[in-house]
Each structure stands twice: as structure tokens, then as C-alpha cells.
């Protein structure tokens, strides 16, 4: 199996841009995938593939990839994208596994 | 708009088996390429994938759950479900009902259900 990592924490001013990463060995042969969740709530995908956002994902959200980093920008923080990020993708076996990187619980200040 | 809706037993005593049904709607669980899967979540901490059945019936789960884990699917009534055997206290957690239509980008998610394994 394959490990994701993320950033516990991250914060950005209200307005900014912050890009979450997530790292990991399969991400060189898988895309990854963004979930926002927030308190309470089940978790939302937001980005997939290489960059595509489901119906009524704001465009401020935006993924890449580079080598082994997966990133989600935000571009223009809103205070309503305070939430945990997971990112996952397939494990890098083949077996049709799949992992979660740990979260990044992101404040906008 | 296809939902997703979990139901279930909220306290599971330890070393019994958990079971959870998912009951789709407004969509065939038989419809091509869907996989139907299971994710939890400690009290607190991150996303666990449990396991994910595609819609040919062939399933695929954790490697650290395997042994313990079945999923299986009721077409009469549009639901699948999860049975988690000899549970302990570490298995204690919200449990969502997923769908995907690649295997690992779940777009649609249950509203959750919390399961605590207690005496």
C-alpha cells in the first residue's frame, strides 16, 4: 500500500490564495482527489481528476499536480472554505485500493 | 439526484459484528461502472477507506480491515451493506455510504452514521 501526507494545519488571510498539498508515491501515477468537510457535516468532493470541479464547486478551487505533490489552490479565500481538506487516490499497487492523506484543517483569518 | 442514506445499529457491543445498510435512491445501484464503497471516520481524526464493491459484484478492501470486512449488495431493494466482525473500540466511528465512478473520487456521500462499539 501506499502513504499520503498532508499539513496538519494551514491558515490564509481572507482574500489570499493558499495552495494544500499532499504527497505520496502514487500521486506520480494516479491523480488525486480534494474533499472539503466541515463540522458535522460528510465531506464534498471538490476536485478530481486533473482538475475538474462537480457541479457547484466555485472556480476559486483549482488542482495540480507535480512529481509526487498533488496540490488544491484556493484562490480568493472565502471565510465559508474554513473546513478539513482530505485529498486520496488510488494506491499505487493496482489493486483498486484507495488512500486518504491525513487532513488539513484550514482556517481563513 | 441520487442520494445515499445509511441506517444501522448506533451501539455495537465488542466483539460482535457491525452491520449497516445503504439505501440508494433516485438511481440503480445496478447501473454500469458505479463502485459502492465505505468510509469511516474516528471521532475526531481522518478518513478511512473500507472497502469499495463495483457493479460487476467484485469487491476490493482495506488490507488492514480484510479479514473482518464483508460488502454486499441487495439489487432487489437498491441497497448494499457492510458487516465489520469482532469489533473493538477502534472501530468505533462515523460511517458513510460512497459512490464513485472511478473507484477513488467519491461524489456522492451518505449523510454518515455513527457506530460505537461499547459494553
Request: glycine share 10%; proline share 4%; with cysteine.
Amino acid at each position: 500500500s501506499s502513504e499520503l501526507t498532508q499539513d496538519p494545519a494551514m491558515s490564509v488571510a481572507l482574500g489570499q490564495t493558499v495552495r494544500i498539498t499532499c504527497q505520496g508515491d502514487s500521486l506520480r501515477s494516479y491523480y488525486a482527489s480534494w474533499y472539503q468537510q466541515k463540522p458535522g457535516q460528510a465531506p464534498v468532493l471538490v476536485i478530481y481528476g486533473k482538475n475538474n470541479r462537480p457541479s457547484g464547486i466555485p472556480d476559486r478551487f483549482s488542482g495540480s499536480t507535480s512529481g509526487n505533490t498533488a496540490s488544491l489552490t484556493i484562490t480568493g479565500a472565502q471565510a465559508e472554505d474554513e473546513a478539513d481538506y482530505y485529498c486520496n487516490s488510488r494506491d499505487s499497487s493496482g489493486n483498486h485500493l484507495v488512500v486518504f492523506g491525513g487532513g488539513t484543517k484550514l482556517t481563513v483569518l | 439526484q441520487l442520494q445515499l442514506q445509511e441506517s444501522g445499529p448506533g451501539l455495537v457491543k465488542p466483539s460482535e459484528t457491525l452491520s449497516l445498510t445503504c439505501t440508494v435512491s433516485a438511481g440503480s445501484i445496478r447501473s454500469n461502472n458505479y463502485y459502492w464503497g465505505w468510509i469511516r471516520q474516528p471521532p475526531g481524526k481522518g478518513l478511512e477507506w473500507i472497502g469499495s464493491m463495483y457493479y460487476s459484484g467484485t469487491t476490493y478492501y482495506n488490507p488492514s480491515l480484510k479479514s473482518r470486512v464483508t460488502i454486499s449488495v441487495d439489487t432487489s431493494k437498491n441497497q448494499f451493506s457492510l458487516k465489520v466482525s469482532s469489533v473493538t473500540a477502534a472501530d468505533t466511528a462515523v460511517y458513510y455510504c460512497v459512490l464513485s465512478f472511478s473507484g477513488y473520487d467519491f461524489g456522492y456521500w451518505g449523510q454518515g452514521t455513527l457506530v460505537t462499539v461499547s459494553s
